[in-house]
């Protein structure tokens, strides 16, 4: 219910979800009327789905200390609660993400051995997967050495549940890949990821810059949370301007227009390729529980994907 929509493309990608998948079913959390209204118009979701009632909405700009004391009785808290008790195997929310990872810390508690839990997100890349992990995409601004060791470790399972990477390739994201550049933390960081690689099943390829975000070189990025974000948002900035600016260079005139019907189905399947929908959903690792953080303003595309991910990492016996 605290998405920038609400439920409208939530019950839209669980349905496209279940049109594909007949072995995933929902418990789905908020205003029963609204919620039962909006599944009935979906066949696929008709003997799929339980509502549990909630009565408040945790909203965008609340701050997580005050979710916390009051969201009790949010579908936020309701969702976290099922997952805690069993009765889902992952939970799904595009809320308010502090008040999302605060909610998951208090009830689902840290996984032993980890100190900071991270955000893990997807970006495309060339790679036989499709895609490179990114940690901490935002969960905590701060990270100390032994901190990025553990987003390594972490980063190492989710690659190997999630897309069957057995030796995962880890860089460590810095301003450089000369061993003299950087912070003290990322320089003793890099240390304590070549000590600990053998041990933790990953090969530590070393600094990785901007540039290896999206490159065949790596497999799993390791960094802070602040530069994290940054260069998740940026990157779906970038996305978004190449798009719009191909869009505009195919309509500019009439040779342009028939350029691009000629060029339609390779520029379908670009944009496709770098839409940010398809791989939406970050997940929030180190916890005792799966709990994917969908964007706020998801449509039913995104709703889908975050469903997916969800899905696929509950199959997988180790996560």
């Not at 301007?241 to 260079?249: H, S």
Request: charged letters at 25%; glycine letters at 10%.
């Amino acid at each position: 219910m605290g998405g920038d929509q609400g439920p409208i493309p939530v019950v839209a990608g669980m349905a496209r979800v279940a049109k594909r998948d007949p072995d995933v079913a929902f418990v789905v959390h908020g205003d029963k009327s609204q919620l039962k209204k909006r599944i009935k118009k979906y066949k696929a979701l008709s003997t799929r789905c339980e509502v549990k009632p909630s009565t408040k909405v945790i909203s965008m700009d609340i701050k997580p200390s005050i979710a916390l004391r009051n969201g009790k009785d949010s579908s936020m808290w309701s969702t976290i609660d099922t997952l805690k008790t069993g009765l889902a195997n992952v939970a799904v929310s595009c809320g308010n993400t502090g008040a999302l990872m605060a909610m998951s810390m208090l009830n689902l508690r840290k996984a032993a051995g980890v100190s900071r839990p991270a955000i893990a997100c997807l970006c495309p890349s060339s790679n036989e997967s499709g895609f490179n992990v990114l940690l901490d995409a935002g969960a905590d601004i701060k990270a100390d050495e032994r901190d990025l060791l553990c987003y390594s470790i972490l980063g190492t399972k989710f690659a190997q549940n999630g897309f069957s990477i057995v030796k995962p390739r880890i860089g460590l994201l810095n301003v450089g890949t000369e061993s003299h550049k950087g912070r003290s933390e990322i320089k003793n960081a890099y240390n304590l990821i070549s000590e600990n690689e053998e041990a933790n099943g990953y090969n530590f390829i070393g600094f990785v810059e901007g540039t290896d975000i999206f490159s065949d070189e790596v497999d799993v990025i390791v960094t802070d949370g602040f530069t994290g974000n940054t260069a998740i948002k940026s990157s779906e900035g970038a996305a978004k301007i190449i798009r719009n600016q191909l869009r505009q260079a195919f309509t500019h005139s009439p040779f342009s227009r028939i350029g691009g019907f000629f060029a339609y189905t390779s520029l379908r399947r670009f944009f496709k390729r770098i839409d940010p929908r398809r791989s939406n959903g970050g997940v929030f690792l180190g916890l005792n529980g799966i709990v994917i953080k969908a964007h706020g303003g998801s449509d039913p595309v995104g709703i889908e994907a975050a469903i997916n991910l969800g899905v696929k990492l509950a199959r997988s016996k180790s996560f």
